[in-house]
């Protein structure tokens, strides 16, 4: 058979509603466009010359149109690109092929590529490739795997009844098979040629079939927040902020410390109802969040919980990266490692208190002290709680109070952070000796300067005296540790270096080293 006659029969069922049964059938305006720009290109391509009748007799059925002048001009002006296959064509045809008229053009290759790409649809429902790993999208979150490692999962996997045909095989090899530049968290939208990771794990609305009632859940609120207005409603827009802009961090960690029984973990179950539990992470171990081989904890998280979390102060600098950083690199053993933006939250749950390193000037810290039930016990509160948790109506309900509730964008969370005693106690508790030292200086009448040596002796003592004999200190490091927090910006703040008899002296300015002491590190010692 010519192939000009071939040609003609595709073009003849890839037009407006021709063989199709239903005759009110419209296309779309995308497949308008595909068709119009494909047709044309094909013909001229692949009859030259000869393709304008072809391309005429197609053009006025299509356009329902019978100037013909108009069409020879159109095919006269169009440009031939051998990209457009004729197997491009026929699986444009396919779709209008509802009396199956197509299959006597039909190679033994052709049925092949068919099963081939029927396969492949399915296939790529769950599978892509990024640069040189391949991805399983599964149980709402990503596996990454190299390239041998994808192949072995595959490799008895065929797309012929005979299985001579691999389908993987093939698969690595087709150019045109789903395929990203780049992965990445984007809960504020998509990016031409990024797999979005959100659209995975984004948690769906209930819709409310009956009215619920959700004071018992502002209660608990109100409860693990200590049982301050001031709390409750900075953690209310904390908790609407993450509805409304999960795309924004807040930049604090906040931290619940209380006996066991008070509503941490019953706290952490609403948030996980709200946003749902692909996009929380649970951990025990801080180094599976903030060591090396992160990918299960922090891939795909809005929100990570450091459960009954010990003494974490040597994760300070990493905690405070995550607290603020927009970009985090995820890493798996024996899987190449990638960037993608970070949208984490940090939450802190312990029973003990002094497990975080509270510096001077911190502004990224929030701690609650919750409410102590062992006190005032009350047996029905929790399973009031539970009930509404259990509730969908309850749940949607309540996440349609925090879409309503009044919080930008830019709300600050630092500057508008709730000051609790608790919170000013660990981060006196945590503030360095030197700085302690300096202010027991300010009330010391009978100094008004001293060697570097002397200052060193007396900081040493005092750290034995005050049991921080992990603070003692050499002259050198002492020195240092001094300028660190007294010399700022080229020069010092509360000392004054003077030199007399042939030796250096500290001069103590003890109004000013008192202010500094007191308005910037915030610290007052015991008079």
Known sequence: MEKSIVYRDLLMLYIKGNYRSDKNYILTTNECIKIENTVPVFIKTYLGKKGVKIYTSWYM?????????????????????????????MKLAKPYDLDNSLNKYKTEEDILNEKYEEMKLEFEKTHFKCKDNYYIIENNSLSPYNKTSFINIYEDKYYDEENEHQFITKW???PVKRI???????PNGSKEGVFNTWDIVRKEDHEITENADTEDLHELIFKVCGNK??????????LAHLIKYPEKKPEVCIFFTSEQGSGKDTLVELITKLIGEVVIGFEN??????????MGTRQNKLFVVLQEADNIKSYAGKIKDLITCKQTTLEQKNVRSFTIKDYTRLLLLSNNENIIKIEPGDRRFVVFKCYNFKF????DFFTNINICLNNPNCIQKFLEELRTLDVSKDYNFQLNRPHTEIYNNLKEANTPAIIKWAWELTEN???????????????????AETYEQSNRVNPKSFGLQLGKHFYINDEWIGFEKTRSHGSNYYQIKKEELKDIIENHYKYIGEV
């Not at 171990?285 to 992160?294: T, Y």
């Open 445 to 463: 009448k009978k100094i008004d300067k001293l060697t570097p040596t002397k200052m060193c002796e007396m900081f040493n003592d005092y750290c």
């Open 172 to 174: 690595i090899k087709d």
């Open 229 to 238: 207005e001031e709390n409750y409603d900075y953690f209310m827009k904390y």
């Open 285 to 294: 171990d801080p180094e599976r969040i903030f060591g090396k081989f992160n």
């Open 61 to 89: 059925k299509f356009y329902d149109c019978d100037n013909i002048e108009l069409c020879e001009k159109v095919y006269e002006e169009t440009e031939k690109d051998k990209s457009i296959r004729y197997d491009y064509l």
């Open 376 to 379: 005032e016990p009350n047996p």
């Open 180 to 186: 990203y530049s780049q992965i990445d968290f984007l």
